[in-house]
DNA sequence: AACGCCGCCTGATCGC
DNA sequence: TGCGATCAGGCGGCGT
């Protein structure tokens, strides 16, 4: 699932290649990826816009445009399995296909098997959004993890609290800390919670240096039409090969070799080593 | 007001 | 074998 890294290896991607073109075409194929806009407002706003920027914000893209003179910002979510890449113009449309932005030799493609995602310009959930995990002090921090009874773990995905930490990332950092997943948020202390967030930097950072998790662009079957974002040639060298909890549930712990372990916390899977995450 | 829970979606996997 | 049931999961909305 896209989370931080993944969201920033895209949009330094996305960036160069957006920028100065113009929207000629806008094609709506799944308008609740749109909501709160209305379909119509959507095109008439976009129609004739140009690229001027392209930020992220958590796990959100800003795509920020100039229409006549007037700016404007599209909001983009890639929920679970959304996609956001140029392709040329007469390439068919994958089965998923939410919105085409038509900008002359290539279109702009955003897919979503699940239609979890969004591309709208509202833009209320983006400012709601905490602090992004560069932009706090480790006071800041552990103040705001102090208010909460819920898991350390489950605390980490609330996006109002720090922005861009998902599940993925959640485990790691939770290891590379070695704080137990299922310890309360608020008795986390002030030296655990200053290592905490060092570690969430550092596991944000090591993904996006390996080009993110996984290949965000990759049509059709996972070993097929691979094209890849950022420095990794291959797919061995993503992040994924780094992990050291996530999705090994009965796997030996890199560090201690006993098998790591897999629950559920709010209804999503968390995985950790319980040898080396006792607190 | 913090928190739990549901609904949104499709594809992979499971069970009979 | 084949097919229906179950599950996964980010996030907004809603109820407590």
Known sequence: MPELPEVEVLARHLRPLL????????DIRRPQVLLPTDPAAFQRRLLGATFTGLQRRGKYLLFELRHARTPLTLLGHLGMTGRMYLAPRRDPLPKHTAVVLRLGARNFIYEDTRYFGRLTLDLASAEKLGPEPDQFTPAQFHAKLKTSRQAVKVKLLDQT??????NIYASEALFRAKISPRR???TVSGPRARTLLTAIRAVLQEAIDSGSTIPLNFAGKKTDGLFYFGRAATASEYYTERLNVYDRAGKPCNHCQFPIKRIVQAARSTFFCGQCQKD
């Open 19 to 26: 920028l100065g073109q113009t929207i000629r075409g806008v």
């Open 161 to 166: 609290l720090m922005a861009g930490v998902g």
């Open 184 to 186: 309360a948020a608020g």
